[in-house]
């Protein structure tokens, strides 16, 4: 599986960006994409999960109804819309994929991820 990651600027603060994860490889509809993120000097975060088939989504506390995540079968890409951004929201974005959903919050764990894209830099400024 390859994971492209894309659609990152400077936006100011109040503003949007749509981050775009155009995967490759074998994905079947088990398979979840995430976004993590990961500013300097802080450890990588969790932001938000889709299940590829549908019918799973996880939001991380802090984006919940500022972001959201869909995806694009025919397209074979992940997306993330990031409304209302903040300064402190400036840091790379990666999209990472994993087989199966997991219970009891390993979804939000970096590594429990195989596969990762190569990051795309959101700079919100104040």
């Known amino acids: 599986v390859q994971l492209q990651a894309s659609g990152g600027g400077l936006v100011q603060a109040g503003g949007s960006l749509r981050l775009s994860c155009a995967a490759s490889?074998?994905?079947?509809?088990?398979?979840?994409i995430a976004w993590f993120r990961q500013a300097p000097g802080l450890e990588r975060e969790f932001v938000a999960a889709i299940r590829w088939g549908g019918g799973r989504i996880l939001y991380a506390d802090s984006v919940k109804g500022r972001f959201t995540i869909s995806r694009d079968i025919a397209k074979n890409t992940v997306y993330l819309q990031a409304n209302t951004l903040k300064p402190e929201n400036t840091a790379g974005y990666y999209c990472a994929a994993r087989p199966r959903w997991l219970v009891g919050g390993g979804i939000t764990k970096p590594d429990n991820y195989d596969y990762w894209g190569q990051g795309t830099l959101v700079t919100v400024s104040s």
């Open positions: 490889g074998r994905i079947d509809s088990d398979y979840i």
